[in-house]
């Protein structure tokens, strides 16, 4: 058989060229390239999913519940109570990931013939998945800063009118996080155009300094509030993601749904970790302390950072990012080039993590020792 690539297969003209999503895996000693919690599920929790998942595994000769009700509930109450606006099941809908969450979107009211637009540098994803359900891509603009600029931002919804508008907050890869008055001003925009879809990506808000938006939904039927249980739940492994929205959003991204796309193993363990969750967000704010540990660690090296409300901080500049990924990659360190020039991505990690990461900056920068491993955490 001949050797062939991608290019020469019948693939769709919008795919070619293209190149599939993913960050390194390399076998180092630190990695903090792919914003993981760094915290292993505790064992109570680990039981309680092998209990879970040992019942639904006897009935894995039936399909699981379509509509993933319980799961859907046990998320309603989550938002509810950390989200300070309530919500019920009919608000709430689960996928796969966040991604699929996006996909849904974008099947439904995306796809050909039409547009989304997003503010880059952004999660890169909106744009791939707008791709891969032929829906056009449109790169809106940001600020030197990395915000979102009201007036620049509504401009570029009005001439383009997309009819899905993505806004991330906090932003991957920047870390900030975006006003309460700037989504209810870019979704007014959005509506005054063709009654466009804003899709809030909150995969990191758990994080935050600041509130969720999820207020915002009320009276708001095409605002969605997109979630992740991959990174304040400590579960990347489980693949869950979900959405907050009027109930008519929830019963459109149905239409396109695959049959009981989540499985009976998937539903148990989103429940059993939901019912951990005062646990794992205490996790959550030992990391966020790192977070705020490794903004200071860096601007004392002399780095430049970019504001964080996620559980990662971008750093730079530096005359050549990669040439610096792979300077800190020597040291031991996997972080993260998203492409942005001159910056770089860090995961925040454990207390000692962070330490060699550090140490690695201080290494490539030639700046001085900062103080023995762990005087920082016993002051901080």
């Known amino acids: 058989m001949s050797d062939i690539g991608i290019d020469d297969l019948p693939i769709r003209d919008e795919l070619r060229g293209k190149s599939p999503y993913g960050a390194p895996q390399l076998d180092v000693p630190v990695q903090l390239n792919t914003n993981e919690n760094p915290y292993p599920l505790p064992e109570q929790l680990v039981r309680r999913i092998a209990e879970r998942v040992a019942e639904a595994a006897r009935g894995l000769?039936?399909?699981?519940?379509?509509?993933?009700?319980?799961?859907?509930?046990?998320?309603?109450?989550y938002l509810t109570r950390t989200g300070k606006h309530p919500v019920g099941m009919e608000n709430v809908w689960a996928a796969n990931g966040s991604n699929e969450v996006i996909q849904q979107l974008l099947q439904t009211f995306g796809g050909p013939g039409r547009t989304a637009i997003g503010f880059e540098p952004s999660y890169s994803m909106?744009?791939?998945i707008a791709r891969g359900t032929g829906t056009g891509w449109i790169s809106g603009p940001r600020n030197d800063d990395f915000t979102i600029d009201p007036e620049a931002a509504e401009k570029a919804i009005t001439e383009?009118?997309?009819?899905?508008?993505?806004?991330?907050?906090?932003?991957?890869?920047t870390g900030t996080a975006v006003e309460a008055e700037t989504v209810?001003?870019?979704?007014?925009?959005?509506?005054?155009t063709k009654l466009s879809l804003v899709v809030v990506d909150e995969a990191y808000v758990e994080f935050s300094h600041r509130p969720s938006l999820l207020p915002l939904i009320e009276g708001r039927p095409n605002l969605v509030i997109s979630r992740t249980m991959s990174k304040a739940f400590g579960a990347a492994g489980l693949r869950l993601g979900y959405l907050a929205a009027h109930p008519a959003v929830v019963d459109a991204v149905q239409?396109?749904?695959?049959?009981?796309?989540l499985s009976a193993v998937t539903q148990a363990t989103a429940l059993a970790a939901l019912e951990h969750t005062d646990t794992l967000l205490g996790y959550v704010e030992q990391l966020k302390a790192e977070r705020d540990r490794l903004v200071d660690g860096l601007r004392?090296?002399?780095c430049e950072v970019t504001e964080s409300d996620a559980n990662f901080v971008q750093f730079g500049k530096f005359p050549?990012?990669?040439?610096?990924?792979?300077?800190?990659?020597?040291?031991?360190?996997?972080?993260?080039?998203?492409?942005?020039p001159g910056w770089l991505r860090v995961t925040a990690g454990t207390p000692e993590e962070n330490d060699a990461f550090l140490d690695a900056v201080r290494a490539v920068r030639g700046a001085t020792p900062g103080p023995p491993k762990g005087m920082k955490e016993q002051s901080a």
């Open 160 to 173: 383009n009118e997309p009819d899905v508008v993505f806004i991330t907050s906090p932003n991957n890869p």
């Open 126 to 128: 909106h744009g791939l």
């Open 255 to 261: 239409l396109v749904r695959l049959p009981y796309h």
């Open 184 to 192: 209810l001003a870019l979704y007014e925009a959005a509506q005054a």
């Open 61 to 77: 000769n039936r399909y699981p519940d379509r509509d993933a009700v319980e799961l859907r509930t046990e998320l309603a109450e």
């Open 300 to 302: 004392a090296i002399g």
């Open 320 to 340: 050549d990012s990669h040439a610096a990924w792979q300077k800190i990659l020597d040291q031991g360190v996997l972080v993260r080039d998203n492409g942005v």
